[in-house]
């Protein structure tokens, strides 16, 4: 859409960082910068899991939420074009429908399943990556009279998706651990998802993982999403993943499959604990594995050296990697590093979860 177009989305995005906008305000923000870039009918901008691919939070706009639903089966149960967890190898990583499927949607179980009724003519994905791993996906629909994104509009996505992914990572940087302590909340649901029974709370908590529009009736889509990924998996009956609700609250939510072998789950949803929020902070700062491995053996006090040793790499090699995870987190020292990754985010939701008691 021209200079002018993506000069105004760049600065929003821009001034959303230095607002320090949460992630939900983040995710608003890149939709609104988008829609400086590109036309489109319907849009969601969600946060990932890094260790699941699942949604954590995010914003919808334009799909009516009973799609939800069904949108998730597609990504977790057919076979399609695009998907999410291949969109992050690509470089850039963003795709749109019509040309996976050379320009023939009938092929993609997704369009008939979920556009075709809406009368959509293209679909763009794009994904926010930190090395392979995803911090989060965009999807954007055209419909009717819209046409297929042409190719200027295309260039200016791929344009933005840097400064997009930029300030992306440092929302998520940002994270905080929730300083109100709640029991955790069981929910029973059936072979088709539905609520069979909830404990007490639980009611409020599932209010706090809707994605605006939802019916209050329906079963937060990220909860669905993770119980059919653990019916489903291959490797084992147990699944674990991240979540954020609205009020910027990090849970953890576990779900594992009942003895009755009917497809009646059990999900756990409780306070995500310091540790959890660890990989996510990690990966907010693109740090590839190996730098990953670099900083825990900092935080406990190990020199170049003798990380090497551990390592079997050269001092040398160390010392690289550490200067690269300098600057990936923008500080200039190891005391500044840790305090960036620990002190400001784990160690304070620690000591606002000890019990201080006085011995008599």
Known sequence: M???????????????????????????????????????????????????????????NGFEASLCAPFWDNELLDPDFNKFSHLARLSPPMATLVDAVDGELARSPRYTKLYAAFDAVDELRVAFTAGSTSLGVGVFVRTGCQGVFPPAELIDVRELLPTATTVLRRALGRVEHAST??????????????????????????????????????????????????????????????????NGEWLRVHVSPMDAGDGTVA????????????????????????????????SR????????????????????????????????????????LFSEHVLGSFHESVRHVTIP
């Open 181 to 246: 302590s709640q029991p955790p909340v069981v929910v029973i649901l059936d072979a088709a998802s539905q609520i069979v029974a909830i404990t007490s709370g639980g009611r409020r908590q599932l209010e706090e993982l809707r994605i605006n529009g939802a019916d209050e009736d329906e079963l937060p889509n990220i909860l669905r999403s993770a119980a059919t990924r653990a019916r489903w998996s291959r490797n084992s009956s147990r699944f674990a993943t991240r979540v954020q609700g609205r």
């Open 267 to 298: 999900v756990t949803i409780e306070q995500a604990r310091p540790s959890d929020l660890v990989p996510i902070l990690l990966e907010a700062y693109g740090l590839t594995s190996r730098e990953t491995d670099v900083v825990l053996y900092l």
């Open 2 to 60: 021209g200079i002018p177009a993506f000069t105004r989305a760049r600065d929003l995005l821009l001034d959303a960082d230095r607002a320090e906008a949460g992630i939900s305000e983040m995710c608003e923000a890149l939709t609104q910068a988008f829609a400086e870039v590109m036309n489109f009918a319907a849009a969601a901008v969600m946060t990932t899991d890094p260790d699941t691919n699942l949604p954590t939070c995010g914003v919808v």
């Open 301 to 340: 006090g190990l020199s170049a050296r003798e990380i090497g040793e551990e390592l079997m790499i050269s001092a040398h090699t160390v010392r690289d990697h550490i200067k690269a995870v300098y600057e990936k987190a923008q500080v200039n020292s190891k005391g500044e590093l840790l305090a960036r």
